[in-house]
């Protein structure tokens, strides 16, 4: 009976589930920094450490190269985001997995019936790459990364584009993320949001705060399933 209670209370909150990809499921800091290293060392510039690397991820990948060539290279950004991308596709999943726990939670939550997708703002393909690679792609019905549309977060029309996909009301949708761009999105397509404290932008979920803030995996599936207030 309890299981059971469970189903009706989600029923009552969310069908569809929209997360993040960098920080939210996947740690990809670790690649990421290498390729954005790769690319400084091609162009005779000073590597970075991880943790400045982190600092930069968010808003895709020619902003990561925008903001690690800083202000006095920015003409050589077009360069850069080319090295960079044919590096990174060749290493995406050298050092990049998913967070402890996260499979369990997607199986889980798609037993319920609930409909998960995706919304990046990394490049759609080697957000596909990933997914496939870590081997949960098929969990998703629906993939949005920040060349997908013409906008990307925090534009809304993403949550827009896949609410029509799903056809999933807007008031029965969660956008699960690491960072304020995410929740910024959320405010900006009118539905409610979640926090995880896990990935690179918890800063900003303190001054940009979602509905909700999650520090581990269990914390975000009580928050699915409707037995969290926040």
Same mark, same amino acid.
């Given at each position: 009976?309890?299981?059971?209670?469970?189903?009706?209370?989600?029923?009552?909150?969310?069908?569809?589930?929209?997360?993040?990809?960098?920080?939210?499921?996947?740690?990809?800091?670790?690649?990421?920094?290498?390729?954005?290293?790769?690319?400084?060392?091609?162009?005779?510039?000073?590597?970075?450490?991880?943790?400045?690397?982190?600092?930069?991820?968010?808003?895709?990948?020619?902003?990561?190269?925008?903001?690690?060539?800083?202000?006095?290279?920015?003409?050589?950004?077009?360069?850069?985001?080319?090295?960079?991308?044919?590096?990174?596709?060749?290493?995406?999943?050298?050092?990049?997995?998913?967070?402890?726990?996260?499979?369990?939670?997607? $199986?889980?939550?798609?037993?319920?019936? &609930?409909? *998960?997708?995706? +919304? %990046?703002?990394? /490049?759609? @393909?080697?957000?596909?790459?990933?997914?496939?690679?870590?081997?949960?792609?098929?969990?998703?019905?629906?993939?949005?990364?920040?060349?997908?549309?013409?906008?990307? $977060?925090?534009?809304?029309?993403?949550? &827009?584009? *896949?609410?029509? +996909? %799903?056809?999933? /009301?807007? @008031?029965?949708?969660?956008?699960?993320?690491?960072?304020?761009?995410?929740?910024?999105?959320?405010?900006?397509?009118?539905?409610?949001?979640?926090?995880?404290?896990?990935?690179?932008?918890?800063?900003?979920?303190?001054?940009?705060?979602?509905?909700?803030?999650?520090?581990?995996?269990?914390?975000?599936?009580?928050?699915?399933?409707?037995?969290?207030?926040?």
């Amino acid at each position: 009976m309890e299981h059971l209670h469970a189903f009706f209370i989600l029923v009552l909150h969310f069908l569809h589930l929209i997360f993040d990809l960098d920080g939210t499921l996947v740690d990809t800091k670790a690649d990421l920094a290498a390729a954005t290293n790769h690319m400084l060392q091609s162009l005779d510039l000073p590597t970075l450490t991880s943790s400045q690397v982190e600092r930069y991820i968010g808003d895709g990948a020619r902003v990561l190269v925008e903001r690690a060539l800083r202000s006095s290279q920015q003409a050589l950004v077009d360069q850069g985001l080319a090295i960079f991308l044919e590096y990174y596709s060749d290493h995406l999943l050298d050092h990049s997995r998913l967070y402890a726990g996260i499979e369990n939670i997607l $199986k889980e939550v798609r037993s319920y019936g &609930i409909t *998960l997708s995706i +919304l %990046t703002n990394k /490049p759609e @393909a080697p957000s596909r790459s990933i997914l496939s690679g870590l081997g949960v792609e098929s969990y998703f019905t629906a993939i949005i990364g920040g060349d997908t549309l013409s906008v990307r $977060k925090p534009d809304p029309q993403g949550v &827009i584009h *896949l609410q029509q +996909l %799903t056809g999933i /009301p807007l @008031a029965q949708t969660l956008l699960v993320g690491d960072s304020r761009i995410d929740v910024e999105t959320g405010r900006a397509a009118e539905v409610m949001t979640c926090g995880v404290t896990w990935g690179f932008g918890t800063q900003g979920l303190l001054t940009t705060p979602p509905e909700f803030v999650v520090d581990s995996v269990e914390e975000l599936r009580r928050v699915i399933l409707g037995t969290d207030k926040g």
